[in-house]
């Protein structure tokens, strides 16, 4: 099976604070792997040094390799050609990737001319269908602001697929919607990624939101991978305090649930 993602040994700095350290993981074609820790864990500067998108004054070191492209060090014409079509991103916050001046048409249809689609307006309604949008003539038409946030995201995802990426990176993308248009994100993602063959890395602070999606977890702490291994042994027998402190509160809040 060939790494679509291979990062090792990758640290984060801000001048001498170190954000993330020393981590590595691998997400092959078709596999899914959640990264997992509460706010500040280094989930989201992880996922934004796989882009080469780290913010001013924050440096990488180690390996990230997309495909076969290594990203730290990378120019930005090689990052420019990996972006896309070797990993896409969705974050927290659909408005983030939308511009809210023009209709969703014509920025789903951005991303899809990009990377060779010839086929106009037809491509972008099937791109809108395939994130199963209801009515996507309407949604074609209109602007950001007036859909939901459960629509917006499912813009979002359509214009992360557009360039069909071997890698697709869902940054908390169901934490700012309500559960159960969560719940129907997160049954639209697993779709598309088991119908793609794409990997999938899915990061979140909820073990529950990750149960549902991944099948291997990595648990970072402070900016350290403190463990990782098959969900299910993990949640059965967690080997960390970490870890299991995580279990625990999403056993507690499920109980609560069930018996509410
Ligand atoms: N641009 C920056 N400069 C300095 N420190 C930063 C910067 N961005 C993030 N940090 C710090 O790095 C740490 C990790 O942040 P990160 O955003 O990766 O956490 P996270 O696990 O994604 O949290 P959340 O779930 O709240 O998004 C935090 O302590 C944060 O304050």
Do not use: N
Request: net charge neutral; glycine share 8%.
């Amino acid at each position: 099976m060939t790494a679509v993602l291979s990062v090792s040994g990758l640290s984060v700095r801000a001048g001498d604070r170190e954000l993330v350290s020393d981590v590595s993981f691998s997400v092959d074609a078709g596999e899914r792997l959640g990264l997992i820790g509460e706010s500040g864990s280094g989930k989201s500067l992880t996922a934004l040094a796989v882009l080469g998108l780290l913010p001013e004054g924050l440096t990488a070191s180690g390996s990230v390799r997309l495909g076969s492209t290594e990203v730290i060090g990378a120019s930005d014409r090689a990052l420019t050609r990996v972006r896309g079509s070797s990993a896409a991103i969705v974050f927290q916050e659909p408005l983030t990737a939308l511009d809210p001046l023009m209709r969703i048409g014509s920025q789903v249809a951005a991303p899809l001319k990009r990377f060779g689609s010839r086929r106009g307006r037809p491509a972008v309604l099937d791109a809108l269908a395939e994130v199963k949008l209801d009515d996507p003539e309407r949604i074609a038409r209109a602007y950001p602001h007036q859909i939901s946030g459960g629509q917006r995201q499912r813009v979002a995802i359509a214009m992360a697929l557009a360039c069909r990426p071997a890698l697709l990176i869902a940054d908390e993308p169901t934490t700012a919607l309500d559960v159960t248009v969560q719940a129907d994100v997160l049954t639209l993602l697993d779709g598309l990624v088991r119908d793609r063959g794409m990997g999938l890395l899915f990061i979140s602070h909820d073990l529950a939101v990750v149960s549902k999606v991944t099948d291997r977890v990595v648990v970072l702490e402070h900016g350290v991978a403190v463990e990782r291994g098959v969900l299910t042994d993990l949640l059965r027998a967690p080997q960390h305090p970490y870890t299991r402190s995580l279990v625990a509160a999403a056993r507690t809040l499920d109980s609560a649930l069930e018996w509410s």
